[in-house]
């Protein structure tokens, strides 16, 4: 089965300012750019793909500030709805990468987010669908946005373990876990966990590729997972400023 991996990284309630939000914007993008080539030049997306390469998005403060509202104004969105973005990286259909984000938002229900989709097949997924690469990504995500929770996982994993799909509520291959939420328990090999500034932690469940198929890694994620709840780390988001 061909399993489909995606990054996330996700906060409740917490309403930013444009300039705010194009300050984390710009860090992201920037962070990003060093992960690989492939993720230096971002552009929206098109009907066409002559279309879309023509509308390739400044990823500097300014521009996106200004590019946020702009959005506002046409959307006639509030000052707590937040601002939003969705990504292509131009690359054809074998290296194309998106991604998306919604950052500001004061909602209680919806949450804020980032996320980020590697390409599918070829050589570019294979560069970039590995640990390292997913964890400096993850890792990108929790310095710029400094999110509750993060993961990297695959959509079949999840809809396995989590049909709901709650952000902190399940286990998956990669995650980033806010200190806000408590110190981690001791987990197993081969898990790796390493600390992400001051802000959390970022967790490896194993170096190779994660998959279903796979029932040492599904056993692993159980036991992970019973690890976390005993330490009560497993929940939905709450609000930022609790």
């Not at 552009?43 to 023509?54: M, N, P, S, V, Y």
């Not at 950052?103 to 980020?116: E, I, P, R, V, Y």
């Not at 373990?161 to 001791?186: C, D, K, N, Q």
């Not at 692993?220 to 609000?239: F, H, I, K």
Request: charged share 25%; glycine share 6%.
């Amino acid at each position: 089965m061909k399993e489909t991996y995606y990054v996330g990284a996700y906060w409740l309630a917490r309403r930013e300012s444009a300039e705010c939000c194009a300050r984390r914007a710009e860090s992201f993008f920037r962070l990003l750019a060093a992960c690989d080539p492939s993720l230096a030049h971002w552009f929206k997306k098109g009907r066409t793909l002559e279309q879309a390469l023509k509308h390739r998005f400044e990823s500097d403060a300014a521009g996106l500030t200004k590019l946020f509202h702009q959005q506002a104004q046409e959307e006639g969105r509030f000052a707590d709805d937040g601002f939003s973005l969705r990504g292509w990286n131009g690359q054809t259909h074998e290296a194309a990468s998106t991604l998306s984000f919604l950052c500001g938002d004061g909602s209680f229900k919806l949450s804020n987010l980032s996320l980020f989709y590697p390409p599918e097949e070829g050589p570019a997924q294979e560069r970039i669908l590995q640990a390292p690469m997913l964890a400096r990504i993850l890792r990108a995500m929790a310095v710029a946005w400094e999110p509750e929770w993060g993961l990297g996982t695959s959509d079949e994993h999840r809809d396995l373990v989590a049909p709901e799909a709650e952000p902190g509520t399940f286990t998956s291959w990669l995650m980033y876990i806010s200190h806000r939420r408590g110190p981690l328990p001791p987990l197993p090999p081969p898990v790796h966990v390493e600390p992400v500034e001051d802000k959390g932690t970022l967790v490896v469940l194993t170096p190779e590729r994660f998959t279903v198929s796979n029932p040492a890694h599904l056993e692993l994620a159980r036991d992970v997972s019973e690890r976390l709840a005993q330490a009560g780390l497993l929940y939905p988001l709450r609000p930022f400023d609790e």
